[in-house]
């Protein structure tokens, strides 16, 4: 038998060898299986799906913050100026009032530059006015007399027909003129401009000798309470929820320490922002939601007079 192998070809010896060698090599490439049971590819699988839940998880708990502003929670009103001739609005000749005063409903504000004019031309009505209804007084007494005198046929019944033809155009020009000065009255209410709240005033818009544009001549905000508007950014909007707690912060220093909130309401619409941050490198154009935020009664009563103030709405998770 020995003689025998010794006889075999060299090289079929190094096939057999060759065979041996790649039959070793697989046998050390196949991949061992994880102590776990999983595979390298679906422990690498799980691995992200785990990480993934960790990142949701740690998302939904994290806290939203967003700039916002301070808003009476009553109305806010821009008042202007009545049209006059030719749909022109009459100059303000006197602004009665500051930004911060506090005002009453029915309270004059201003009053505008035809003022003058029309109060002589009320006071040239109200002459013509008396003096028509005095006349109408008089020749009411005259055909009083003359009826008795007519039938007694001392007085011709042509000279009673004259005076009540007479009686009668005066009547209508005594209506007249109190249309006139009706409409004058409306006209003299329209050249002063009143509170129509109780509120403070926010903004001047126009001052004394300017003719009010379409901006209007100055706000008035019934700001005996305050709230705030948070621009919460569209990608967090789902982590807001009504009666959500917030806290505020002055971006400026409006005022110190915080402000406790919750939230009121939430806007159906997305819009641009309208309150820009202080970082040059925010995005101006950012979609953002209006939230609505009540204030804590016992801390709100020293925003009183900072409407506009803008504030840093933290969103308590």
Not at 71 to 87: C, I, K, N
Not at 107 to 130: C, E, I
Not at 272 to 287: E, G, H, I, Y
């Amino acid at each position: 038998m020995t003689t025998r192998l010794k006889r075999l070809p060299v090289a079929l010896w190094w096939t057999a060898g060759g065979v041996a060698a790649v039959l070793l090599a697989l046998a050390l490439m196949r991949p061992k299986p994880a102590a776990d049971g999983l595979s390298p590819a679906n422990k690498q699988a799980a691995t992200a799906s785990s990480a993934q839940i960790a990142s949701q998880s740690e998302s939904s708990t994290a806290a939203v913050a967003a700039l916002g502003r301070l808003e009476p929670a009553g109305d806010v009103r821009t008042l202007a100026a009545p049209s006059g001739s030719g749909a022109m609005s009459p100059r303000i000749d006197q602004l009665l009032v500051k930004e911060g005063d506090w005002v009453k409903r029915g309270q004059v504000l201003a009053s505008f530059d035809n003022r003058p004019g029309l109060l002589a031309q009320k006071q040239l009505l109200q002459v013509r006015r008396n003096s028509l209804a005095s006349q109408v007084r008089i020749l009411e007494t005259q055909i009083a007399r003359f009826r008795g005198l007519s039938r007694s046929a001392i007085n011709p019944a042509s000279d009673l027909d004259a005076r009540e033809i007479q009686l009668s155009d005066l009547r209508g020009r005594l209506n007249e003129t109190q249309a006139e000065l009706d409409k004058l009255n409306t006209d003299l209410t329209l050249s002063q401009l009143r509170s129509p709240i109780d509120g403070a005033v926010l903004r001047i818009l126009s001052r004394a000798g300017e003719r009010p544009g379409n901006s209007g001549i100055l706000q008035v905000g019934a700001n005996q309470r305050m709230e705030a508007v948070a621009e919460v950014y569209e990608s967090d909007i789902a982590r807001i929820r009504i009666g959500q707690p917030v806290l505020l912060q002055s971006e400026s220093g409006g005022f110190t320490g915080t402000i406790a909130a919750r939230v009121l309401r939430i806007s159906p619409q997305v819009r641009q922002r309208s309150v820009l941050s202080t970082d040059p490198s925010a995005d101006a154009d950012a979609r953002v939601v209006d939230v609505r935020l009540s204030l804590d009664p016992a801390q709100a009563s020293r925003l009183n007079r900072l409407a506009g103030l803008k504030v840093i709405a933290r969103f308590q998770p």
